[in-house]
């Protein structure tokens, strides 16, 4: 789910920050309005490449599965022709996230066909940060 500036303190309540004054006490003392501004601005470049970002964890997560899955179809594998014939639907279905799809949010990885291969799939488990 994309970011708002709703989901971020920063945006309504100036942060606070621990220091030691001059006597070497820490102190807690808010933000000046520089750093309250940098830090809105560090936070909306969060929110503006939100999907930028997830889509690249994607191809990531993707490229992963593609690259454990390639020994399986070697013609050395000792699957099924059938099995192997699933497994390349399967890959190219990979292949084409997510340049097939337009939200990120919506991006399901599909399931490997191949139970024996032992792929477990976490969907979603590119959107965790």
Known sequence: MAYTQADFEVFTVRPKKAIRNSEGVRVVEDYTDAEWDQAKADVQDIIDSYDVNLFARIREY??????????AMHSDSPLSNADKESLTTWRT????????????????????????????LFNHQYNNE
């Open 62 to 71: 993707r490229n992963k599965l593609l690259s454990d899955s390639d020994w």
């Open 93 to 120: 279905t990979l292949r084409n996230l997510p340049a097939s799809e337009t939200d990120p949010d919506d991006i399901t990885i599909p399931d490997c066909p191949v139970a024996s291969l032992g792929i477990m």
